[in-house]
Every structure is written in structure tokens, then in C-alpha cells.
């Protein structure tokens, strides 16, 4: 364990900067294609970071504390989900082309499609992170890769 990572686990404000560091674009890339806005992808990824930050001293390594961050970045992710059944959200007046086609996905295909493509993350690993099954994420995950392949092609 790094001296960096033990000083984060003992309260070091800079020490867990420098480990979040490493962390933060692909966390803010995820909830941006993720969710309706940027703000609410900005208070996503601040309030994971914060409920990891407390819960730091729970993780043995600097592996299993990413585990921990992208799985509270997770939980806000579908915690807004739930908020969009209820609601319909209230989209960016100009959002990338991208991003506009990623809303025509369902939230489990776009979540999974997002995992996938930011992080790298097989079915299996997705899994643990979300709380899906592997075979829901499976299925989510071709969906998703049916779709935005159909879509790409009609530019």
C-alpha cells in the first residue's frame, strides 16, 4: 500500500486528490452520458466521491477504493433514474450529437453502453459495479451496441 493511499485512509484532503486524480474524467464522462445535464452530472460525481472519501478507510488498496467510488457513482447514477419516472428531465438546449442518440437508449443500455465504452469493463465487471445481473448487462450491452451501430449508419 503507498504511503499516498495511507495518508488518504488516515483523512489527507491532498492525498485523496492525488488517488481521485486518477479517477475523475472517466467518473464525469460516465455520468455525463449518463444523465440529462451537466450539472447533474457534476453532483453525481461530487456526491460519490464524497461517500467514498468517508468510507476510504473500509478499502485495504487503492484498487478495491476505485471499486468503491465508481459503485457510489452507480448508485447516484440510477438514483436519478428513478427521478426521471417520475419527471421527464429537463435535457440541454444543444446536447452533442452523441449524447442525443445516447438518449434514445434505455437507462440500463445507455448505462452499460457508457461503462463499457469509458471504462473498458467486460459484462462480469460491470455487474459487480451496478447491482444488474451479468446476463441483464449482457443483454443490455448488445442491445445498446445493436442500436447506437444502426444509428451510426444512417450519418
Same mark, same amino acid.
Given at each position: 500500500?503507498?504511503?499516498?493511499?495511507?495518508? $488518504?485512509?488516515?483523512?489527507?484532503?491532498? $492525498?485523496? =486528490? +492525488?488517488?481521485?486524480?486518477?479517477? %475523475?474524467?472517466? @467518473?464525469?464522462? !460516465? *455520468? %455525463?452520458?449518463?444523465? $440529462?445535464?451537466?450539472?447533474?452530472?457534476?453532483? $453525481?460525481?461530487?456526491?460519490?466521491? =464524497?461517500e467514498a472519501f468517508s468510507a476510504i478507510r473500509d478499502c485495504s488498496a487503492? +484498487?478495491?477504493?476505485?471499486? @468503491? @467510488? !465508481?459503485?457510489?457513482?452507480?448508485?447516484?447514477? /440510477?438514483?436519478?433514474?428513478?427521478?426521471?419516472?417520475k419527471r421527464l428531465p429537463e435535457y440541454e438546449t444543444n446536447p452533442t450529437y452523441i449524447k442525443s442518440v445516447m438518449r434514445k437508449l434505455t437507462?440500463?443500455?445507455?448505462?452499460?453502453?457508457?461503462?463499457? *465504452?469509458?471504462?473498458?469493463?467486460?459484462?462480469?465487471? /460491470?455487474?459487480?459495479?451496478?447491482?444488474?445481473? +451479468?446476463?441483464?448487462?449482457? *443483454?443490455? !450491452?448488445?442491445?445498446? /451496441? @445493436?442500436?447506437?451501430?444502426?444509428?451510426?449508419?444512417?450519418?
Open positions: 500500500m503507498s504511503d499516498t493511499y495511507k495518508n $488518504a485512509q488516515n483523512g489527507d484532503i491532498q $492525498a485523496f =486528490a +492525488e488517488i481521485y486524480s486518477k479517477m %475523475y474524467i472517466k @467518473l464525469y464522462y !460516465l *455520468a %455525463y452520458h449518463s444523465l $440529462a445535464n451537466r450539472d447533474e452530472a457534476v453532483n $453525481a460525481v461530487k456526491t460519490a466521491s =464524497a487503492e +484498487e478495491e477504493f476505485n471499486g @468503491l @467510488l !465508481l459503485k457510489k457513482l452507480c448508485e447516484q447514477i /440510477i438514483r436519478y433514474y428513478r427521478e426521471y419516472r437507462d440500463a443500455e445507455r448505462f452499460t453502453a457508457s461503462v463499457w *465504452a469509458i471504462f473498458g469493463f467486460n459484462p462480469k465487471e /460491470i455487474s459487480m459495479f451496478s447491482g444488474l445481473s +451479468e446476463k441483464v448487462v449482457e *443483454a443490455k !450491452l448488445k442491445s445498446a /451496441i @445493436l442500436k447506437l451501430e444502426k444509428q451510426f449508419q444512417t450519418v
